[in-house]
């Protein structure tokens, strides 16, 4: 249920978006981990809107902002559009609004899969001079850093690694073994990460398994990005971290945008940096899993 400052700032979003209304009973449905998302109708048409009562000034925003690049530089992946937004200015209730994507089928098939691994792949094939992104955006509820930084591994240890250390750290979250570790690799990193061929591609920045799904005929649908340009391997490696995605989606990158052979050996250098951004969202379930791939580089 809407309350009715967020009812009436929706009818109003609506009216500007040139549906007149009357505004019809919310359906809640299921959105992501962060915040509260509802199915949303009218006589002329349905509606997904999502917010969130203590999001960080200018969370939605950035979500506007990610999903309207993906669409402008998607020609086979759908991105749903964004109708109306509230920042927030300052740290509170936040709230996006967007066109409801109906849902396909829930178990993908063959050629949805390859659809969805060549789509990625086309993202992945849009460039840039540097890696980061104009501005800064989330992961989670957690600030994204993105400074332009000519070197990956420069951005990858300054501005992916070390907030989230940071963040570890002053949540009591880092244990003296585990950050000694981190230390050892933050210093360590230039040897798989150094590599000057490394180039920016504009990523997704949180593609797991629950930030796509499949819309009307088929058509594969991304969702929630965390959008910078950096090393397309990090998309592909958290794809495989907690899974959600078909064998053949990794057929259809490949054979649409190959991969180097190094890719096996720096792909749990990314997924580090997913698990310490779900440590310092969940707690201590995931650092386990943060200590296998220390111990792994560094230990």
Known sequence: ??????????????????DPGPLQPSRPVSGGEIGQSFRLETPAGRYFFKFQTEAPAGFFTAERDGLETLARNSRSLRIPKVIAHEGPEKTGIGWILMEWIEPGPTRPDHEIAEALGRGVAELHQHTSTAFGLEQDNFIGLLSQPNPRRERWVDFYRDCRLLPQIGIA??????PPRRNRLLIRLLDRLDDWLGDSAISPSLLHGDLWGGNWMVGPGGTPCLIDPAIYYGHREVDLAFTELFGGFPDRFYGAYR???PLESEYQDR????QLYYLLVHLNHFGESYGSSVDRILKRYAG
């Open 1 to 18: 249920m809407l309350t009715p400052p967020l009812k009436s700032a929706v009818e109003s979003a609506l009216h500007a978006y040139g």
């Open 169 to 174: 750290d002053r949540g009591d979250r880092l």
């Open 255 to 257: 054979e649409a945008f």
């Open 267 to 270: 792909k749990p250098l990314y």
